[in-house]
Every structure is written in C-alpha cells, then in structure tokens.
C-alpha cells in the first residue's frame, strides 16, 4: 500500500459522506439536525486500536463488502440514545425503546456504507446489523489498522455519536494504490513513524515519571489525518495547562502538551518542595514550563536520530485555556500553507488515571512526507543517542 | 575553594534545581536566562564552569559556546537528546553534555569529568 496526502484525503472524504449520510438519517428519524463534527483517517497499531476501542460498549454494527469490504461500528453513550428514540415513542415500553436504538443504529449504519457506496460509484452489501457485544472487532491478520472516525453531534449539543470503519485491508490497499501518484511513499514508512510517535510518548512518559516519581505509561498513540480546520474539534473543549511550541527541521511544525488542571496541579505539587498559591504565575508556572520543554525533546529527539536530521524548537509557551481555543491559532497558522493536518496524538496516563496528559504533534505535512519518503527503515530504531558516543 | 559555576537556563524552575544540586559542592556565582546574558556573566565572573541550557530565547547555547571564550569550560544541560546537537555542541566547543531530567550524582559526576571538585 502506498499512501499521500491525496489518497489520503480521498479515502478521508469517503468516510466524511458516509457519515453525513448517517447524520441525515439520524435527523430525520429525531427530527434533531445533526451534523458531522470531524472525520479523521487514523492510522493505529493493533495494540493502540484495542486500546483505544476498550471502552466502547454500546453501539450497533454491520460488515460490508464490495470494492470495499469491513465493518463499520456506531458507538454512543447508551442513555442519550434511549432519550432520543423515547422522544420519538413516548408511551414506549423498554423493550419498543430498546428496539428503536437498534433500529436507529441499523439505520446510520446503512446510510453510512450507502454513502460509500455512492461515493465509490458501485454497490457494496451488507450483512444485517448486530449490536456491538464485548469486544471491538479489529479484522485479523494486518499489524496496523485504518480507522475512519467521524463524530456526529446534535445542533444543539445534546448527544454525541462516533462512527467507526475499519476497513479490511487488501481492497483498501488496491483504493489506495489507485489513487496514490507514483511519489507515494509505502504505508511502512507511515507505520515506522508512527511506531517513532509511540516511543516518543513513552520516553516523554518516562520524563514525568523521572521527574515526579508519578508513574505513567502510554495509553493511545495514533497518527490521524484531518482537515487543518478540524483540527480544534479534534482537541475538544476541555480545559488543560500545558505548553505549546513550535518545532523546526525536518518536519517542522507545532506541538501542544496539555495536562488537566487536577493533572497539571498535582504535577507541579510533585515537583515542588513548596505549595504554591494556584494561579499559575509562579514558580508552578516554571515548573511546567520546564516539564513541557523535557517532554517536547523525549518527544520530537526520535524522529531527529531515526531521520537523522536535527529538529530545534522554541522555547516552550505557557497555556492555560479550552483546548480548541490552545490549538486554533497554530491551526490557523498551518492553514495558510496547507489543507489538511496528520495530527499526532499521543495519550499518557497514570494506572488510576488522575494524571493525565495529551500531546498534540502538527507537523508540515508536505516536509513530514518529504522526511518519510527518505527514511531508512533500518534506521527505525535508532531513537536514542549516547552523549557518552559522542563527547 | 570550591570551583565556581555559572547557570545558564531560561527556566527558573531548573536554575532553582541546579542551584540545589550544586550548592554542598560548588559555589554558584551567577546566573542567566540567555546566551546573551551568559556571555556578560562569564566576563565579570569568569567561573570555572558554565551549565548551559540549549534552548533559550534570545541566543541559544550552542551560539553563545561559540562567541565565548574558548577556554571557557562548558556543559551543555539540556531537555535536546538529538545525536546532531550533541555533535554541534562538541563541534562550538562543550565539554560535557548532559539530558534532563537527571538526578544529582549524574550531575556531579558529569562535572567531576570537566572540573575535578
């Protein structure tokens, strides 16, 4: 399979009129307009895909075949579903409101592959819709996957519906391969990067366990492909404590550590030997700063040995706000030279999940395939470097 | 007398760190945000040893190794773990590098190496 940002988007844009199908179906079953927040094209390992898909619980799901073939899964919080259909019968049983999330999953999903179907200009079957029980199905024998993920939201707020396709991988390659000029560089160098990715979240995990005594580990790392406006849905509202900076070299590009203040507080309080008054304008403020600054190099230092290039960033911005208004302007400033964004989104957690931090890489995308089409597969591994090898 | 030391980073939280490390052991002179001020303390106090930050607003460390005096005895302390900088440091002139985070006895021993105690 090879892949660049054409291809990419193409597929991308597939996925995006099978949810708006879903999100028209959604609407005029609820009579609540619907919109497709953000699709992204992710690029996961099977170890972050089960990681990532390990709660999703509730959902409805159907295989498709065709030119395309795989399975496509609806997922949603369980109650707001129920409140939706209820007030579409409201003297329904449970079993009639049961019945009708069933029916309304079914529905999405279909309209789902029809837009498929519609895009690709051919005709895709289905298998009748089964409600997603237990586990998340990742299709066996491939050690990546591709995720399709839209997030579908209602105007007003009240619901929230994600749409996963992961298609099998054969006829995905043959689309890809398509639809890719001859400069497309082979999906193992897009996978190497991403394995880079991962490590260098580790190491930045390992950074603030190294510094706090706070042990992390990685929770999800992945490698998504999104219109460089989405880009803050992507991030979400919540509000974080964090730093950005921009990096440069070979990629180039921006990057957002951003903890949750309970995260960021009980972070500081560990490096600190003092409590500090909590408004971020002192020595806490420092502390994180520098935090940022250690984890932006166990970050981005991967990338440089395996490229073997060296890659500077500035000195690290202190944030604190809602973490679509922390990445809007470096969005907006990628904006003017390019249309889409790989958004590189690492998760570290503690085991109990009261420290959590979010790292955001936004690389140029043209210099990162640039960099990809020259990497070594056989320098992938050199991720470290020895000062001792070196003074 | 102990062997006097210069810091050099834009992080007050890692200036106060250092300064913990190094106080039973060496006597810290001065201190500075930049490359700029780095250069302006090193020639009113022409310490023993300079730490130095890479990654400073203004002038980064490996420029002002490079404007310095070339006697100047300097270890880079720095988040940059790349292979190229370490390379670009020997290459301006650093006598030692070291990563953070670190803990203290790889500090001292890092220093041991360039300026005996």
Redesign the interface.
């Known amino acids: 399979m090879r892949v660049d940002i054409d291809s990419l988007d193409l597929v991308r844009r597939l996925a995006h009129d099978g949810a708006e199908q879903a999100a028209e179906s959604l609407s005029t079953m609820t009579g609540v307009e619907t919109r497709v927040e953000t699709t992204s094209v992710t690029l996961l390992s099977r170890a972050s895909a089960r990681e990532r898909f390990a709660t999703a619980t509730a959902g409805v799901e159907l295989e498709f075949e065709g030119q395309l073939s795989g399975r496509t899964t609806l997922v949603f919080d369980a109650e707001q579903a129920r409140e939706l259909v209820a007030e579409q019968a409201p003297d329904g049983s449970d079993a009639v409101i049961e019945s009708g999330v069933e029916e309304l999953g079914s529905i999405m999903l279909s309209g789902t592959v029809d837009g498929w179907a519609d895009s690709l200009g051919t005709a895709l079957d289905m298998a009748p819709p089964t409600s997603l029980d237990g586990e998340f199905p990742i299709p066996a024998g491939t050690e990546y996957v591709f995720v399709f993920d839209s997030k579908l939201q209602g105007v007003d707020g009240g619901f929230e519906f994600a749409i996963y396709v992961v298609p099998d991988w054969e006829p995905l390659t043959e689309v890809f391969d398509r639809e890719s000029d001859p400069g497309a560089i082979p999906i193992e160098k897009l996978a190497v990067f991403n394995d880079m990715t991962r490590e260098g979240a580790a190491h930045a995990a390992d950074d603030i366990t190294s510094m706090t005594g706070i042990e992390t580990s990685v929770e999800i790392s992945q490698c998504s492909f999104v219109p460089v406006e989405e880009v803050p849905t992507h991030v979400g509202t919540a509000e974080y404590v964090g730093v950005v900076l921009e990096y440069h070299g070979r990629p180039s590009g921006y990057l957002a550590i951003l903890f949750g203040e309970p995260s960021a507080r009980r972070i500081a309080d560990a490096l600190l030997p003092v409590e500090t008054d909590g408004d971020w304008d002192g020595m806490d403020r420092s502390a994180i700063e520098e935090l940022g600054n250690i984890m932006t190099s166990g970050f981005i230092d991967g990338w440089a040995n395996v490229l073997g290039t060296s890659i500077d960033h500035s000195p690290p911005e202190f944030v604190h706000d809602m973490g679509s208004a922390i990445v809007s302007p470096v969005a907006a400033r990628l904006g003017t030279r390019q249309e889409h964004a790989f958004v590189i989104d690492s998760t570290v957690r503690t085991d109990d999940g009261e420290v959590g931090c979010s790292l955001y890489a936004l690389p140029n995308e043209r210099e990162l395939m640039a960099a990809l089409d020259d990497l070594l597969v056989e320098r992938a591994s050199r991720t470290g470097a020895d000062p001792e090898s070196v003074f | 007398m102990p062997p006097s030391v210069l810091i050099v980073d ?5 200036r ?1 760190l250092l300064r913990e490390i190094l106080a039973d052991d060496y006597e810290i002179v001065a201190e500075g945000e930049n490359g700029v001020e780095a250069l302006e303390l090193y020639r009113e106090h022409e310490p023993d040893l300079v730490m130095m930050d890479i ?3 203004i002038r980064d460390g490996i420029e002002a190794i490079t404007d310095s005096d070339p006697d100047a005895r300097v270890i880079m302390c ?11 440091a ?1 290459k301006a002139g ?8 670190f803990q203290k006895p790889s500090v001292l021993e890092a220093i041991e190496d360039v300026v005996p105690a």
């Open positions: 834009d992080s007050e939280f890692m106060s990654v400073m607003p720095t988040s940059v773990g790349q292979e190229e900088k370490m390379k670009m020997v650093a006598n030692g590098y070291i990563t953070k985070p």
